[in-house]
């Protein structure tokens, strides 16, 4: 335990070291007797979880929010004891991340897709709500370093969750860390989940690589050499030189895309040049040239062209020493800094952080100091990373686990109608978490949502005043005036003469239709049978509610309804021949 804390401590100074001991002799206690399932005592996994941060060089209260994040839901201890002890700012931390523990890929995601695609499944708004939710960037962090820390002892877990565990981290967890630009972070979390979800190819490309690393090492380790002799005869400034291999999973989706031809990947292995400054890196991809032949086509300028996420570097590929070809690197200092730590090298330099300088290169970064120069008040850098992106959104889940986006203020309707239109015009009432709570009820972050409908009812036109999203307004104008005409129809026209008006348009077709199909227990959705399997009387029929023509009735075992289930599970409904 004690080597751990140590080479924690050895990044911080004079009172933030006291502090680090102090959360650490507390969450000891808390978790004491507490075991994890490797029968390693609990504690360990906060302090290793700890260490993983302290390499992003994050701030004191970070390491300190970090070795206390599971004690408020693993132990006894309260946040107020947190906040009397250690302060507002990390208790607001630990909360954070107990709250965002609770976010789970939703079931229907838990299949395996295909490892080429880039992301096989569409949690794209699961991460937003995971930035929703954390209000501030460094929550996100300590979550990044828990789950890090989670994989590395997932050997110990349950079998069945492993997979589960492993997705999360593949689906939610590694792109979290790739939009923040933590590279690192990034890396370790794909190649801790790359052999549990695809074992055979894991175990293929160790046996494969293995030689081909070795024989690298060994090559590079003399090119090196020669690199640097020859940077000096030229009377280049470089700070170092280092080689770097290809981690495990980058390396074997480019392998995919090569037909899994080795020979064929050139960054295999890399060199790196960390130069002073970037007029440096200029003279320094000069003076290379000079001495291997450049691969036309593969010189790339990331200094006048940052990638999306910040990253900065000039980028050549070489017939080096024994006609060999190899990827070089160069960039400064800082630039190193950014393509490694991302929103952490903030933390690293040691003062006077220069966060607009630095918001030019980072889309991110660049939305909060646009943010900070709306609020002039609130100038503290650790303010700029509230996350304010997504204030005005609130993320809400249905019980199969889609997320659901939504405006700050709206209600349950708004939330039936985001789902669906029937299933907003059949709305009679909604649970939260499974209590029963009342239409006009807000809807707040991470709120499970199950409506409740009657085939029967129809929306009022005081829904209007409780609603605060155009879907929903619309949908409720266009029923109630149509239930409006209806009325005066049954007032005048008691005998439904309007409907015996003979139409040659297919209105009566389909009107001779719905009482043909129950669905979802009535008879009161329009409906239509899907061109794809064309069901006949009699076939087992499942039905699924389309965005604008009411309900498609598709064969239970079509192949396109099973595509569509797998999409939105809640539109499905079941279905009979009357
Ligand atoms: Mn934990």
Request: glycine share 6%.
């Amino acid at each position: 335990m004690k080597p751990t804390l140590d080479k924690i401590l050895e990044k911080y100074h004079g009172r933030d070291k006291k502090l680090i001991l102090e959360a650490f002799d507390f969450a000891k206690d808390a978790h004491q007797g507490q075991k994890r399932l490797s029968g390693e005592d609990y504690i360990f996994h906060p302090l290793r979880a700890s260490l993983i941060l302290s390499h992003l060089n994050v701030d004191v209260k970070s390491i300190v929010a970090c070795l206390l994040h599971d004690v408020i839901d693993d132990t006894k201890v309260s946040p107020q004891e947190i906040e009397d002890k250690f302060g507002e700012e990390v208790c607001f931390l630990v909360k954070g991340v107990s709250k965002l523990g609770k976010i789970r890929l939703p079931k229907q995601h838990l299949e395996i897709g295909p490892i080429e695609k880039e992301t096989s499944l569409d949690t794209e708004n699961l991460r937003r709500m995971f930035f929703a939710m954390a209000e501030d960037i460094r929550v996100i962090i300590i979550k990044l370093a828990d789950r890090a820390h989670n994989m590395e002892t997932l050997k110990f877990i349950p079998e069945e969750k492993q997979q589960r565990v492993a997705m999360e981290t593949m689906e939610i967890f590694a792109p979290i860390a790739s939009r923040l630009g933590i590279y690192t972070m990034k890396t370790k979390l794909e190649n801790l989940a790359f052999p549990y979800l695809y074992p055979e190819e894991y175990q293929w490309l160790v046996e494969n690589v293995k030689e081909r690393h070795l024989e690298a090492k060994k090559y590079l380790g003399k090119v090196q050499a020669n690199l640097e002799k020859h940077l000096n005869k030229e009377g280049v400034l470089f700070t170092k030189t280092q080689s770097r291999l290809k981690s495990y999973f980058s390396l074997y989706k480019k392998l995919l895309r090569y037909e899994m031809d080795f020979d064929r990947v050139y960054d295999l292995v890399a060199i790196r040049i960390i130069v002073q400054d970037v007029k440096s890196c200029y003279e320094t991809l000069g003076a290379i040239h000079k001495f291997w032949k450049p691969i036309p086509g593969r010189i790339k300028d990331y200094i006048a062209f940052p990638k999306p996420n910040g990253y900065q570097s000039l980028h050549t590929t070489v017939f080096c020493d024994l006609g060999k070809i190899v990827e070089i690197q160069i960039r400064t200092e800082e630039m190193h800094e950014i393509a490694e730590r991302g929103i952490c090298a903030h933390w690293a330099t040691k003062e006077g952080v220069d966060l607009k300088k630095r918001g030019q290169r980072f889309a991110w970064v660049k939305q909060l100091a646009e943010w900070q120069k709306q609020n002039p008040n609130k100038e503290e850098f650790l303010n700029g990373l509230k996350i304010d992106f997504f204030k005005n959104r609130i993320f809400t889940l249905t019980p199969k686990g889609d997320v659901i986006d939504l405006p700050e203020g709206a209600c349950p309707i708004d939330f039936a109608y985001a789902v669906h239109s029937e299933i907003g015009n059949h709305c009679i009432g909604a649970k939260i978490n499974g209590k029963i709570i009342s239409l006009s009820s807000q809807l707040k972050n991470g709120n499970v949502v199950e409506i409740l409908t009657d085939k029967n009812k129809k929306p009022s036109r005081d829904w209007l005043k409780l609603v605060k999203t155009n879907l929903a307004r619309s949908h409720i104008k266009k029923q109630t005036q149509f239930n409006f005409f209806v009325e005066l129809k049954e007032r005048f026209f008691p005998e439904n003469r309007f409907a015996k008006i003979p139409s040659k348009k297919p209105f009566k077709k389909k009107l001779e239709q719905t009482s043909l199909i129950i669905i979802g227990g009535g008879t009161g959705i329009a409906y239509f049978l899907a061109k794809c399997c064309q069901p006949k009387n009699g076939d087992k029929i499942v039905a699924y509610l389309t965005q604008a023509k009411g309900a498609a009735i598709h064969l239970q075992n079509c192949q396109n309804l099973k595509r569509l289930k797998s999409r939105s599970p809640e539109k499905i409904l079941e279905a009979k021949w009357q």
